[in-house]
């Protein structure tokens, strides 16, 4: 069986070298969409990959099969990929599922394959909630009946000779995969009786299909069952078949797939787990499984079925033969969409047993669809489309034009060009949609006016097209017709979108603001002016100025911010509460948000949620003048959602790392991962440690093992990040936390932290948690996964010289990011280590250092006057290390009238002279 690809190769690759030899003056290209037709026409087998998460593919492989030996191949992915990260935006859940899903059919069309999801709709069960160690958990999250019978239901359908799992069930895999290898396996029996989901059967006309095999990606060389060498130079491509996969890869561009790959020899091995012909050699993946109609004809038992199956199976040859003369191509896939034609009714009513018929029917119909496909490209016609409008909203009428060019050498008869919509849906014409003939380089227009209903159904974005384009034509006397999709997304939206900036409301109940401030962007998607008004849905007690405001609208994607400011109860409960944004206009509601996404790479797409802003109220207690150093990695925004509740947070630059006075700063943070997107972190790691060794307080945040985390280097003491990174997590995000040391500050100040804190985490606890750590880091909590040992390492702090370094590999950023009480109140006491015993410890030179920034800050006018305080401090130090009370009375009595004058001639600010006079205060109390 695969004796067909060294030969042909070997024969494009010498037609692909003649016009070099002939002194290089033909171009000649190769024409990739011929082959891309035609190549399919070699045989009749199918191959389905599954796997779980957009970019599990094997496209290598995949490459392989579909652009070299022509397989009908494809992907069926459980769910979006919602649990990822983002490496080009900063899109996450279900918006970064949205553009993972459509870089997955981006990837499958260079490789020529098609992508399925499980995972229906945005709001699907089937959803990628983060890692999971277990198939049992996966299951129960997915819900296994659910998850089970739409694979079963793909399968009847679908149809595969041959199933892939990506990965083999191990432990040491994600229970995501581990879960797609057992259904895979479970469907190989179960996809063929009847009895299980038997109503796909009855009610949905389904057949049960027997799967002929079952593979998985071996574990070495030496336990593969069937090996294929992929790493083969296409000259139609003008790549590998490994590159061609990788250029594939490259659409994953949110999750930085893709690389550069030599051309070179590539094993491919197979371990086979299931198949129908036991006892027989298998040294080829297809082997024993009918190749292509020749091979049927043997297989068929009535003579003139299979004298006509071997017929057909010359013909498609011959059109593959044929390439690249389109001309000469056209005729003969006509030709031999008649003949499939006629034998898919001789085959319906013919006397064969019942599931070759079933099996054979199948191919003849697959075969039907990629020769109409062959005609289309072989026929040289063109068809673009161009729409009045991307968006459209209900009730509204408007135009879409095809273009339809004839780039052959033929004139191209009885063309009839339509566009595809739901029933309810009508399309005008006009009269040009017939097209008696077409000469070559003759170009034609047809606009169409489509009159979208008042009721249709929004865009979604998982959903089928609702507008696609059809084109047919007829020659040898014989119709052929392609639908294809239009040239951009096409979406019906609500006529008007509501958002609201920030999205959530942190209430912090120990620092309650008079006032919230929340921006509401309303955005016109109904073509022409519309008059609106926004308000805000508070809960009780709440209070919005304005009540209500007036937006108005000129023109489709007109946009409007109006701001509002909210106040909230003063006695305000703890806990949740939302409030909704809400847009009126002529007596319809409108509370939907829609989020556009738009990336050069993949087609535009939208999501649409509810316009409602979730809120927590909770009690934050932050030390009094907490200055922090943000040193942020791009992966997280906690320094922002800091910033948003009061904290004093500098984001530092390479500059600052390198020549800054970091002293200035009570903690520096770094961001998730930071070492793997700062280089200058990496390269100012020392001065980072010198700051914590002179006195400072450093957080940082988890590290993956490749994050150029240097274990004895990076942190003061030899910290190892686990590996393998897969056993160092704690993934169930309500898995019991002890705290070891509860009476130590960090869980006391300056927030006491109790069990509750604990509770209401999403996603996760921790990632990468530390293997191994020297003996002067402490540890404070302990957790575990369900029946697994605990991990002592997810906070470890050291004292370094006069300051303290500390690591967490616990997710704050996920908490903070989703309003979790518990993940701020912790990671504020993390980030407060240290300020309590500032703050107790009052002293001249503390007063003196105040008195130099508040200088910086420009709360003095006189250099003088900064002179005359620093000098006195520096006195009163003096009396302190003699320890003569009275004296450091006395002077900062002085001290306290230099300020008052000072305030009295207005060269020193209010908030100057407030620090000043309260510390000054404090300085007394401790030595009266
Ligand atoms: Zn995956």
Redesign the pocket.
């Known amino acids: 069986m695969k004796k067909y690809l060294p030969l042909l190769l070997s024969l494009l690759l010498l037609t692909a070298l003649l016009p070099f030899q002939g002194l290089a003056k033909e171009k000649d290209d190769p024409d990739v969409e011929l082959w891309n037709a035609v190549n399919p026409l070699n045989t009749t087998v199918t191959f389905l990959n599954t796997?779980?998460?957009p970019?599990?593919e094997r496209s290598d492989l995949l490459a392989y099969l579909s652009r070299g030996l022509g397989v009908k191949t494809s992907s069926l992915i459980a769910n979006r990929?919602e649990g990822g990260q983002n490496e080009i935006g900063n899109e996450l859940g279900n918006a970064l599922g949205i553009i993972r899903s459509n870089e997955m059919i981006e990837a499958a069309k260079i490789t020529g394959v098609k992508a399925y999801h499980l995972s229906e709709t945005t709001s699907d069960p089937i959803y990628d909630f983060g890692f999971s160690k277990s198939p049992e958990e996966t299951l129960e999250k997915w819900g296994e009946d659910l998850t089970y019978e739409r694979l079963i239901r793909f399968i009847r359908s679908y149809q595969p000779d041959v199933v892939m799992p990506?990965?083999r069930n191990v432990p040491s895999q994600?229970g995501?995969?581990r879960t797609m290898a057992i259904l895979s396996q479970r469907a190989f029996e179960d996809a063929t009786d009847p009895t299980v989901f038997p109503e796909q059967i009855e009610e949905e006309g389904l057949s049960a299909w027997q799967v002929k095999k079952l593979y998985l990606p071996a574990e070495s060389g030496d336990t593969a069952t069937t090996s294929v060498e992929i790493g083969d130079y296409n000259p139609i491509y003008e790549m590998s078949y490994p590159q061609l996969g990788e250029k594939s890869r490259y659409m994953h561009k949110s999750q930085g797939m893709g690389k550069d790959v030599p051309v070179e020899p590539r094993e491919f091995n197979l371990e086979l787990q299931k198949s129908i012909y036991p006892n027989k050699e298998d040294d080829d993946i297809f082997a024993n499984i009918p190749y292509d109609f020749s091979e049927w004809a043997t297989v068929v038992s009535e003579d003139d079925i299979s004298a006509n199956l071997e017929n057909l199976q010359k013909d498609l040859n011959e059109i593959v033969n044929l390439y690249p003369d389109r001309e000469a191509i056209l005729p003969n896939s006509q030709e031999a969409l008649r003949n499939v034609q006629k034998l898919t009714d001789k085959v319906e009513k013919g006397d064969i047993d019942a599931s070759v018929k079933n099996d054979l029917l199948h191919k003849l119909e697959l075969k039907e669809e990629q020769l109409q496909k062959v005609s289309l490209i072989a026929s040289g016609l063109d068809v673009k489309t161009t729409l009045d409008s991307e968006v459209v909203t209900q009730g509204e009428s408007t135009k879409i034009k095809m273009t339809i060019t004839n780039n052959g050498k033929q004139a191209i008869h009885q063309i009839d060009a339509s566009l595809l919509t739901s029933e309810e849906w009508t399309v005008d014409s006009g009269d040009g949609s017939d097209i008696k003939k077409l000469e070559p380089n003759e170009s034609r227009d047809i606009t169409f006016t489509v009159h979208v209903p008042k009721d249709a159904a929004y865009y979604q974005p998982y959903g089928e097209s609702s507008v696609q384009s059809g084109i047919t034509f007829k020659e040898e006397g014989i119709e052929t017709t392609n639908i294809l999709e239009l040239d951009e997304t096409f979406a019906v939206l609500p006529a008007l979108s509501v958002s609201t900036e920030p999205e959530d409301i942190v209430v912090n109940t120990a620092d309650l603001k008079s006032e919230y401030t929340v921006n509401v962007k309303v955005k016109n998607y109904y073509k022409g002016e519309k008059n609106a008004s926004v308000s805000l849905n508070l809960p009780e007690g709440w209070t919005s100025v304005p009540e209500k405001a007036d937006v108005n609208f000129k023109d489709r994607l007109d946009e409007q911010k109006t701001q509002f400011k909210i106040t909230p109860p003063e006695n305000i409960e703890k806990g949740e509460f939302s409030a909704e944004a809400i847009v009126e206009s002529d007596g319809k509601e409108y509370d939907t948000t829609v989020q556009e996404i738009s990336y050069d790479h993949i087609k535009d797409s939208y999501f649409q949620y509810p316009s409602t802003m979730d809120g927590v109220a909770f009690e934050l207690l932050k030390p009094d003048s907490l200055k922090i150093g943000y040193i942020e990695s791009g992966f997280d925004e906690v320094a922002d959602y800091l910033l948003d509740v009061g904290f004093d947070v500098t984001k530092l630059n390479e500059a600052d790392l390198q020549s800054g006075d970091l002293s200035q700063y009570d903690t520096i943070v770094t961001g998730i991962r930071a070492n793997l997107s700062r280089p200058d972190l990496i390269k100012n790691n020392q001065r980072l440690l010198e700051y914590a060794e002179n006195g400072g307080h450093v957080v940082v945040q988890y590290h993956k093992p490749g994050d150029n985390w240097d274990t004895n280097k990076t942190p003061p003491y030899s910290l190892e990040i686990g590996m393998p990174s897969i056993e160092w997590r704690v993934t169930d995000e309500d898995a019991q936390v002890t705290m070891t040391q509860p009476d130590h500050k960090l869980f006391n100040f300056p927030n006491k932290i109790t069990d509750n804190d604990w509770n209401g985490w999403v996603q996760e606890r921790g990632l990468y948690f530390p293997m191994n750590w020297d003996d002067r880091y402490e540890t404070f909590v302990s957790m575990a996964d369900p029946g697994e040992d605990p991990f002592d390492s997810g906070i470890l702090m050291t004292n370094y010289g006069e300051g303290t370094y500390l690591y967490t590999s616990l997710v704050f950023y996920r908490q903070i990011a989703n309003q979790v009480p518990g993940g701020y109140r912790i990671f504020t006491n993390l980030l407060s280590y240290g300020a309590e015993e500032d703050a107790k410890e009052i002293s001249a030179a503390k007063m003196r250092t105040l008195v130099e920034r508040l200088a910086n800050e420009g709360e003095f006018d006189s250099e003088n006057d900064v002179h005359l305080l620093t000098t006195h401090l520096t006195a009163v130090s003096h009396y302190e290390n003699k320890e003569q009370a009275e004296k450091v009375v006395k002077h900062m009595t002085s001290f306290k009238q230099l300020i008052n004058q000072m305030l009295e001639n207005k060269s020193i600010s209010e908030k100057a002279f407030s620090d000043l006079d309260k510390e000054a205060d404090n300085l007394i109390e401790k030595w009266q």
């Open positions: 796997g779980a998460h970019d599990d990929g990506s990965f994600h995501h995969h």
